[in-house]
């Protein structure tokens, strides 16, 4: 994805159908079915949304250990997504490094869960 052409233009109405919250990580599972390295997460989005599940392609930066309480960016109202034996229910935000390996996004301070992307 490094590199990648810019996607087409959109309108703002389509940029508001894509829900983007803020969720804190409340526990990091390893995923050794995963065809790439991946862990499994349960995200906590808050009261409105709750606790989701998300398969993430990020244990080549990420040890399990170190994710709880990780603030992270998710996309919450795509429709949910078999993955192997795991049922992905957000897509957990990330951009490529050099390599094209995944670094997640979050927030540089720390703000409340359920907080909507604008």
Known sequence: M???KAAPTIGFDDFLKVDVRVGR???ARPFPEARKPALTL??????????KK?????????RVEELAGLLV???????P???????????TLGVPDDAGEVVLVHP????PVGGRLF
């Open 54 to 62: 998300s398969s993430a392609q990020i244990a080549r930066h990420y």
């Open 108 to 111: 540089g301070k720390d703000v």
């Open 81 to 91: 997504r078999q993955i192997g034996p795991i049922r992905s229910e957000v897509l």
């Open 2 to 4: 490094t590199g990648s």
């Open 25 to 27: 990580i409340v526990e």
């Open 42 to 51: 349960i995200i906590d989005f808050g009261p409105e949304i709750g606790l």
């Open 73 to 79: 960016l998710a996309v919450v109202n795509f429709p």
